[in-house]
């Protein structure tokens, strides 16, 4: 018998060298967090051996007490279970916090002063994609401490400890409670959220249930295969039942989220979808009431008459690269007190605690709509386009970036580079650069005048049309 066993385990035991080890897509490592699509590009392992990396990275800084939290999505759950199980085997103490929208991470963090947070969300792409964003103490974790990890886990670098989780039920009730202390609203307000069947269901309905106002919330229950809409508020097609909505009913105001609550659309009484540097403006005219000479902050999206308008409110305009993550530097280093991007991200570090956050940010709109209700209306921003994704393939997009500064270098036309290439002229600006959480580079063009947007199209399909032979069909699909 001892014989058999021994010929079994000759011929066919697994030699465990021989295994092919799971090896990390590097594809995954964006700018400012990690993001792929479940089962193709992003695994379970993949999240063990984030957790062990950046659990080893923290270790090494003496720093070991760290909360996760997840969104709704279906791959969510297994993705943090992992995740949790490598930081725990890297000695750190983590704080489960559950399903919920990346805010409430980030206000545990700073609530609970702890030295770093991961959420599992993701954000705003399609059902099938999920990633992590990560902070480290209340300060953005991103760039170079993104390759970092990856290097970590490719060179298995990675220390033992034996850690532990604990779970914490009561952030949810904090959070709001804290949210609402400083605000007053009217009581005629009525206002639509549209939730889209992310994580920020439970908040959402938490908050409407204590402030005045009517309150109809659509899509309210979290589902991770979002049947209703996409995750993407800040495209206007996505959010069409809600614009329709509010004009139908006559409500003063809706609101729409992303699937983990960090970006924020909004639709005005007449059911127009605002672009986010409208947003930011009548946010801004508010808050430099109150803050004359202020700073603030946005990014390379944004159109010129932010810029002029922070100005003319006596406020100071600051350009900065897209990005959650730049946007928070840049107002850490600058001392900037309000910061807001064209993906509907809003930053707030008067009153809260200047991570970006799509209900608070909401919030803030129904204060300034409670004072006076005209504040949304009369935006209009002549001719613009909304951000135009054109699809690209992941590894190329950096690339025709680059091609494209090389040839307006040889014809000496001047651009800024602080984010891709944005080219003013008399006529008016395009911006090209290439999108850090999708698989595609990003387009925006303002004309000062209704005739020259045709040229400015044309001038952009241009640079482009060597790489997408479709570029003039996609650029006259967008209505100015």
Not at 420 to 445: F, Y
Request: glycine share 8%.
């Amino acid at each position: 018998m001892e014989f058999v066993e021994k010929i079994k385990k000759i011929f066919f035991s697994v030699d465990e060298d021989s295994k092919e080890k799971h090896v990390l897509n590097d594809e995954i490592l964006r700018e400012y967090d990690i993001r792929g699509i479940f089962n193709q590009t992003l695994f379970e392992e993949d999240a063990y051996n984030i957790g062990r990396a950046y659990g080893t990275f923290l270790g090494r800084k003496d720093l070991r007490q760290i909360c996760v939290g997840w969104d709704c999505r279906n791959s969510s759950d297994a993705l943090a279970e992992n995740l949790i199980k490598g930081l725990v085997h890297s000695g750190m103490k983590v704080t489960s916090l559950g399903v919920c929208h990346t805010p409430m991470m980030y206000y545990a963090v700073n609530k609970l002063s702890l030295d770093g947070g991961i959420m599992v969300t993701g954000s705003h792409n399609a059902p099938e994609y999920n990633g992590f964003k990560f902070m480290i103490g209340t300060a953005p974790f991103y760039g170079e401490d993104i390759k970092k990890i990856g290097e970590m886990i490719h060179a298995e670098d990675y220390v033992e400890g034996n850690g532990r989780e604990i779970i914490l039920n009561s952030i949810l009730a904090n959070y709001i409670k804290d949210m609402l202390s400083d605000f007053e609203f009217s009581d005629e307000l009525r206002v639509a959220w549209d939730i889209g069947n992310g994580a920020t269901s439970t908040a959402i309905k938490t908050i409407t249930s204590l402030i005045p106002g009517k309150h109809h919330l659509i899509f309210e229950e979290m589902d991770g295969n979002f049947p209703n809409r996409a995750p993407d508020p800040t495209v206007a097609q996505n959010i069409s039942y809600l614009s329709k909505f509010v004009v139908y009913n006559n409500f003063d105001i809706g609101f729409a989220f992303d699937s983990d609550g960090d970006r924020l659309a909004v639709v005005n009484n007449e059911g127009k979808v605002l672009f986010s540097d409208q947003v930011l403006e009548v946010i801004a005219a508010d808050f430099l009431k109150k803050n004359p000479g202020a700073q603030v902050i946005s990014d390379v999206k944004a159109c010129n008459r932010l810029f002029e308008s922070i100005k003319k409110f006596g406020g100071v305009p600051i350009m900065e690269r897209v990005g959650h993550s730049f946007i928070k530097a840049r107002m850490k280093v600058s001392g900037a007190l309000l910061a807001g991007e064209m993906s509907g991200h809003f930053f707030f570090k008067d009153r809260w605690f200047g991570f970006d956050d799509g209900i608070y940010a909401a919030l803030r709109c129904l204060e300034i709509l409670s004072q006076n209700t005209g504040a949304f209306t009369g935006l209009e921003y002549g001719h613009v386009t909304p951000e135009i994704r054109v699809s690209c393939k992941e590894s190329e997009k950096f690339k025709i970036i680059e091609e494209v500064k090389k040839k307006l270098h040889s014809q000496s036309i001047e651009f800024s580079d602080i984010d891709g290439v944005r080219v003013s002229s008399d006529k008016g600006w395009w911006l090209l650069r290439a999108s850090n959480t999708q698989n595609a580079l990003s387009l925006r063009i303002e004309s000062y005048t209704v005739g020259n947007m045709p040229k400015i199209k044309e001038e952009v399909a241009y640079y482009l049309s060597k790489y997408n032979s479709d570029i003039s069909r996609i650029l006259e699909e967008e209505h100015e």
